[in-house]
């Protein structure tokens, strides 16, 4: 079992019940969730020691959310309380040619603005093996982005792995000010995880490979994996591959570079799509996981793949599938058959 820290935001999705739009409903389903927090989840579901951390209001909605993660093994204890709001968010999920639409509701949440007096970094990574963060918790706010530099800072001086998932969020910054904070903190990270959209917005790196039309083509990525790996230093990079044909229908599949050897996964053809969100986070969850427990990237990469197909037949952020259950994915079993 391995110490896996994860720091980020979680948050209060509001959802209208099966596939309705927001205009129709009288009322919402409540779920948490949010990147790191999904992570954590996974983490914890794979029999880690996850920890996350966080800031929530003291009042009884910032405990749901405490609450919600507790449920599923993931420590709270280095979540600060206090600050005024829990960061909202409400998602419509989209069907066939219809998308899913995210409206946020989470300025002035209460990690947006902690500051670094609410954590003590290096307790936190003490005995840790893994820290991950993703490009979400920077784009919140300034002081956000501050917190995420000073955690990384504290994981290097404990000799903590540092994964980040650099998730772009166009409602969140732009291009221009992703760059400006995320390509500093990358001289921290050894896992550098993200789409090709991710790499081009947030670190200025374009793959030679049209997605849109479907010609991933992996050499025009392990040329850019390189260039990256050769400016930032990482140990792997490793990128999703999604094939968009409707909101409910996807194809899925990832690669790695470690330097030396690049990997393609094997891909699903994952229809019907129950709900995607969290799909990248769970993505992340299994790499973490297959980077620590397996014996090559191919199967930690494998691992990663099969968990997130699986998250897509999960309602809700959080995947909640056991390691047996990715590992029976990833040798092959995809029938679907009901198991007496």
Same mark, same amino acid.
């Given at each position: 079992?391995?110490k ?11 959802s ?7 205009v129709?409903?009288?009322n ?9 927090a999904?992570?954590?989840v996974?983490?914890a579901n794979y029999g880690?020691?996850?920890?996350f951390v966080?800031?929530?209001?003291a ?6 959310a ?8 993931v420590?709270?204890?280095?979540i600060?309380?206090?600050?005024a ?5 409400? %998602? ?15 300025a ?11 954590f ?31 955690? %990384? ?17 166009? +409602?969140?910054w732009?291009? #221009? ?5 995320m390509?500093?903190?990358? +001289?921290?990270?050894?896992?550098c995880?993200?789409? #090709?959209?991710?790499?081009?917005l %947030?670190l200025?790196? +374009? ?15 392990k ?8 400016e930032?230093g ?7 591959l999604? #094939?968009?044909f ?6 899925? +599949?990832?690669?790695i ?7 393609q ?5 994952i229809?019907p ?5 969290g ?9 973490i996981h297959?980077l ?6 191919? #199967? ?19 995947n ?11 040798g092959?079993?995809a ?6």
């Amino acid at each position: 079992m391995s110490k896996i820290v994860t720091l980020g935001e979680i948050m209060l999705r509001l959802s209208p019940v099966a596939s309705k739009r927001f205009v129709q409903v009288d009322n919402f389903d409540i779920i948490w969730g949010g990147g790191e927090a999904n992570v954590a989840v996974s983490c914890a579901n794979y029999g880690h020691d996850a920890w996350f951390v966080s800031k929530l209001p003291a009042h009884e909605i910032g405990q749901a959310a405490v609450n919600a993660l507790r449920r599923y093994g993931v420590h709270t204890e280095a979540i600060a309380r206090g600050g005024a709001r829990v960061g909202i968010y409400y %998602c419509e999920t989209g069907a066939s040619m219809r998308p899913s639409k995210v409206i946020y509701d989470r300025a002035g949440s209460a990690i947006a603005e902690a500051d670094p007096s609410d954590f003590d970094f290096d307790a936190i990574m003490e005995g840790a093996d893994w820290f991950h963060w993703s490009g979400i918790t920077p784009a919140i706010s300034d002081k956000a982005a501050e917190l995420t530099r000073l955690a %990384c800072e504290a994981a290097k001086r404990h000799g903590v792995t540092v994964s980040v998932d650099l998730n772009f969020r166009k +409602k969140l910054w732009t291009s #221009e000010k992703a760059q400006s904070v995320m390509r500093p903190l990358m +001289k921290y990270v050894d896992v550098c995880i993200g789409n #090709e959209e991710d790499a081009e917005l %947030c670190l200025g790196f +374009k793959p030679d490979a049209d997605v849109e039309s479907g010609n991933t083509d992996a050499e025009g990525y392990k040329g850019i994996f390189a260039a990256m790996m050769k400016e930032f230093g990482f140990k792997y990079v490793v990128s999703t591959l999604r #094939e968009s044909f409707s909101a409910t229908h996807n194809g899925w +599949k990832a690669m790695i570079y470690d330097g030396k050897e690049f990997y393609q996964s094997k891909r699903y053809d994952i229809d019907p799509i129950i709900d995607r969100v969290g799909g990248g986070d769970s993505f992340s969850g299994g790499l973490i996981h297959g980077l620590l427990t397996k014996a090559t990237q191919s #199967e930690a990469l494998e691992f990663a793949v099969a968990a997130s197909a699986l998250k897509h037949t999960v309602n809700g952020d959080f995947n909640l599938v056991s390691e047996a259950e990715v590992e029976a994915l990833a040798g092959g079993n995809a029938n679907g058959r009901v198991q007496r």
